[in-house]
């Protein structure tokens, strides 16, 4: 589906708000022309305020994505970000444990 959307998306000012090499990788590897521009943002948002690992994910990259923003924001040099490119990575396992940690 996004495939037959690239040439549409390349005119577009993108962002990956991510270091990841593995992210990189995969928007690479569909034809996207994008830059990133990593996110400052301490992903240590306390565990037991989310139900789900899968919230704190979202949340996550949330903040990763404002923070990009207000980056981007102050490139003057640059036109205005079209699009910003945000995940978040939970481990289960850990998730539980933090989680428990954090309640006791």
């Known amino acids: 589906m996004v495939l037959q959307h690239i040439a549409q998306l390349n005119v577009k000012r993108i962002v990956l708000a991510s270091a990841s090499p593995r992210r990189k990788e995969l928007l690479g ?3 996207l022309k994008f830059e990133i521009v990593v996110s400052s ?3 240590d948002l306390p565990h037991h305020h989310f139900e ?3 919230q704190y994910a979202v949340e996550t990259a949330r903040h990763k994505a ?3 923003a207000r980056l981007c924001a102050a490139q003057k040099d640059k036109p205005p970000v079209d699009i ?3 995940a978040g990575t ?3 396992c ?3 444990r933090q989680q ?3 309640l006791s």
Do not use: P
Request: charged share 20%.
């Open 90 to 92: 939970v481990s289960l």
């Open 100 to 102: 428990q940690k954090q």
């Open 94 to 96: 850990l998730w539980k």
């Open 84 to 86: 910003i490119i945000s």
């Open 29 to 31: 590897n569909l034809g």
């Open 41 to 43: 943002f301490q992903e």
């Open 66 to 68: 404002l923070d990009v």
């Open 52 to 54: 789900h690992a899968e």
